[in-house]
């Protein structure tokens, strides 16, 4: 990681990372086909070490403190080269969908959680609500990191934490009930009335 913070991934070869690492080149490839394989390695042990420190912190009540979701931030704020590399699609993007991969397993697992803490039945698939969220809070990692790097790690999880409780209508500033969906172009869904109703109140 030090050799792609320095130079940037595409110029770092594997004899420049086993001369750092002062190890014979077999025994690299005993363990990895390349470069990409290796940043792979260390982006999934990063993201299983740092989705361990969140999980515990999923509320078990209705109060949503978001201390897991304010971990996540602050990590990427102690690590912003590190992200910014994960997120430009280093390592033919597997880096990135690695990352992608675990945080949304992450996440599905706290959904479910709070769910089942607080008595509620899914009106979604909970994979499709975390895969979803998972693509929402990479998009704000870039845009965090890239265009607006001054801002702090507290700032942008408490933008993630508001959309995620209250949504993007409430960010626009409507108000509840004032968006309805009319579901009368999703035949396959099934009672679209039912629907409706439900998505207004």
């Known amino acids: 990681m030090a050799l792609v913070l320095e130079q940037g991934f595409d110029t770092v070869t ?5 001369a750092r690492a002062d190890v014979a080149r077999a025994t690299f490839y005993a363990h990895y086909a390349d470069q990409h394989d290796l940043l792979t390695a260390i982006v999934e042990e990063l993201a299983s070490d740092l989705t361990a420190r969140v999980l515990p912190q999923t509320p078990t009540g209705h109060v949503v403190y978001g201390t897991g ?12 080269e590190l992200y910014r590399v994960v997120l430009s ?6 880096a990135r969908r690695a990352y992608a991969a675990i945080v949304g397993a992450a ?13 509620g039945v899914p009106r979604l698939p909970m994979v499709a609500a975390a895969t979803s969220w998972t693509g929402s809070h990479l998009a704000l990692l870039e845009w965090w990191l890239n265009e607006v790097p001054d801002r702090s790690a507290d700032e942008i999880a408490l933008i993630s934490l508001q959309l995620l409780v209250n949504g993007y209508p409430w960010g626009a500033g409507l108000e509840p009930g004032q968006l309805v969906l009319d579901t009368s172009a999703y035949p396959s869904h099934g009672d679209a009335r039912s629907v409706s109703q439900v998505q207004s109140r």
């Open 69 to 80: 979701i304010l971990e996540l931030y602050v990590h990427a704020d102690q690590n912003r």
């Open 14 to 18: 594997v004899g420049a990372i086993i």
């Open 107 to 119: 996440i599905e697992q706290a959904f479910t959680q709070v769910m089942e803490a607080n008595h």
């Open 89 to 94: 699609g280093a390592a033919d993007g597997r």
